[in-house]
């Protein structure tokens, strides 16, 4: 009995503090500045030295380039660059080792989908993912 009156008058005690939940989808949250989010990238920046793929532990990044059509110019172009987010673990090795901030990362972290084929994201995807860039990677 004297535990039920303690738990009773701890649950009275809480009822009066403030609420520390959201209505998350009708009020953002707020994010720290250093969260990392999904990635944003920029295709024309990329000169498909694939580090980033060569670094990732989970091997998600997929990056292939073709030379270029001018023969004037050296270099690759880019061809595909596809992320498979069902095994990114949103470390942020890709985007400290690009040497021309091709990828940066964002503060947007939803990404929930009804299958898992939806969770593979390819060039166009990244390439239009604007929303909610850090403030150190905007351009």
């Known amino acids: 009995m004297k535990g039920l009156a303690k738990g009773l008058s701890y649950?009275?005690?809480?009822?009066?503090?403030d609420k520390v939940t959201y209505d998350y989808p009708n009020d953002a949250l707020q994010l720290p500045d250093r969260f990392r989010g999904i990635q944003k990238f920029y295709p024309e920046k990329c000169i498909v030295c694939n580090q980033c793929?060569?670094?990732?532990?989970?091997?998600?990044?997929?990056?292939?380039?073709?030379?270029?059509?001018d023969p004037a110019k050296k270099g690759k172009?880019?061809?595909?660059?596809?992320i498979n987010f069902e095994i990114c673990i949103l470390c942020d090795l890709c985007t400290e080792v690009c040497p021309t901030e091709a990828i940066v990362m964002t503060n947007n972290f939803e990404l929930a989908e009804y299958s898992r084929d939806e969770l593979f994201k390819d060039l166009q995807w990244l390439d239009e993912n604007d929303q909610a860039i850090r403030k150190e990677n905007k351009v």
């Not at 172009?77 to 596809?82: E, K, L, P, R, W």
């Open 11 to 17: 649950t009275l005690k809480n009822l009066a503090k």
């Open 53 to 69: 793929a060569n670094i990732c532990p989970t091997d998600c990044i997929t990056l292939t380039g073709k030379k270029h059509p």
């Open 77 to 82: 172009i880019i061809d595909t660059y596809d």
